[in-house]
């Protein structure tokens, strides 16, 4: 069975191993007797389903969750038992790939506008007339 991402994406099941852990924090003996935390492992650089430039956009978007060895960590610990816990993990993990699926928009150059240019200048001028105005005055009798 396969983890569907959107139409043209899919995990592979062994692509994607999980290890149950015990939760950190306070919660009592729930907290302290059993593993509900579960740990996501997904191998990035080793998985066929991604297409390469999908791949490097989920290893920058993962960032601390990512290993230097392309693997994605996700812990989840959110709720008391197991199957949530799994579910939140892999919801998590979809989120990231689908968010990696979106190409990036180029950006387009701009010229600044005539007003924007008018205001800056405007601005400046402002500015240069406040610090002129702070200067010192030099009498005759001084100089």
């Known amino acids: 069975m ?5 139409e043209r994406i899919s995990l592979a099941d062994d692509e994607v191993s999980e290890q149950f852990v015990r939760s950190p924090g306070p919660g009592g ?3 302290n007797k059993l593993a509900t935390a579960v740990q996501l492992r997904f191998d990035a650089n080793g998985s ?3 297409p390469d ?3 490097e956009r989920l290893m920058e978007i993962a960032g601390s969750r990512a ?6 960590v996700i812990s989840a610990h959110r709720f008391r038992t197991r199957e949530r816990n799994r579910e939140d993990a892999l919801e998590r993990l979809v989120s990231l ?7 990036v928009k180029p950006r387009k150059p701009t010229q600044p506008s005539a007003a924007s240019k008018r205001r800056r200048l405007d601005d400046k ?3 240069s007339q406040l610090k002129v105005a702070r200067r010192r005055l030099v009498s005759d009798t001084e100089a």
């Not at 396969?2 to 959107?6: P, Q, S």
């Not at 290993?67 to 994605?72: A, L």
Request: proline fraction near 3%; charge should be positive; hydrophobic fraction near 40%.
């Open 48 to 50: 066929q389903s991604l």
């Open 53 to 55: 430039d999908v791949r």
């Open 2 to 6: 396969a983890i569907v991402v959107n």
């Open 67 to 72: 290993t230097k060895h392309g693997e994605i």
């Open 97 to 103: 790939v689908r968010r990696a699926a979106v190409p």
């Open 125 to 127: 001028r402002r500015r």
């Open 29 to 31: 003996q729930n907290v």
